[in-house]
């Protein structure tokens, strides 16, 4: 069974940065495609940011040149670099992955991390 604990939310002031981890443990084979999303307060749950066992990534229109996710396979570790944080940008942010135990690929969630950014 794998765990998904992410970090590094909180409260910063427009143009400031944040930078999230999120860490995988657990019975873990491989982790394919691992990604942010976030929700914000009566808005529906949107992807940030995904990036694929090779590296490749994609982000959402709104926060292409800001944002940046990278991973760190030996630590089972995704990121997601945060810069010039805009009022919309508050939500609560939740790590994703596809990982793979042995034949069998799964899909885990974390439980969330609050990113709070005031005008």
């Known amino acids: 069974q794998v765990q998904l604990v992410e970090s590094g939310g909180g409260l910063v002031q427009a143009g400031e940065s944040l930078r999230l981890s999120c860490a995988a443990s657990g019975t873990i084979f491989s982790i394919n495609a691992m990604g942010w999303y976030r929700q914000a307060p009566g808005k529906q749950r949107e992807l940030v940011a995904v990036?694929?066992?090779?590296?490749?990534?994609n982000y959402a229109d709104s926060v292409k040149d800001r944002f940046t996710i990278s991973r760190d396979n030996a630590k089972n570790t995704v990121y997601l670099q945060m810069n010039s944080l805009k009022p919309e940008d508050t939500a609560v942010y939740y790590c994703n992955a596809a990982i793979k135990q042995w034949y069998t690929e799964y899909e885990y969630w974390g439980q969330g991390t609050q990113v709070t950014v005031s005008s």
């Open positions: 990036i694929t066992s090779g590296g490749g990534r």
